[in-house]
């Protein structure tokens, strides 16, 4: 089985900046995605970035956040970053980061979900 594990949520003001972490443990997935869900509200897809030992790989982005979220990963540490610049009070949410064995944008494909991490920003 597959554990994920986030960190590096917080409580940040409008134009700040958090980086977001999710260690893996287990198998190694294919792609790796960034979700959030608001209160009230249904799970959105955030970013996602296909996997690999190499330095080829793809990445996807919400329009909500392209220019301003950049999802990396670090292979030795099977550890995938969301770097998050320029924070609205819209980007409020809890984040999980989940592993999928294909490249996609629909939660119901993603096998294994961490806990999530809380991020709040004041407005």
């Known amino acids: 089985q597959v554990q994920l594990v986030e960190s590096g949520g917080g409580l940040v003001q409008a134009g700040g900046s958090l980086r977001l972490s999710c260690a893996a443990s287990g198998r190694t997935s294919y792609a790796m995605g960034w979700f959030r869900q608001a209160p009230g509200k249904e799970r959105e897809f955030v970013a996602v970035i296909m996997w690999s030992a190499g330095s080829i790989y793809y990445a996807e982005y919400v329009d909500s956040v392209k220019g301003r979220f950049t999802i990396s990963r670090d292979n030795a540490k099977n550890t995938v970053y969301l770097q998050m610049n320029r924070l609205k009070p819209e980007d409020t949410a809890v984040y999980y980061c989940?592993?999928?064995?294909?490249?996609?944008?629909?939660?119901?494909?993603?096998?294994?979900w961490g806990q999530g991490t809380q991020v709040t920003v004041s407005s």
């Open positions: 989940a592993a999928s064995r294909t490249l996609s944008r629909r939660a119901a494909t993603y096998d294994y």
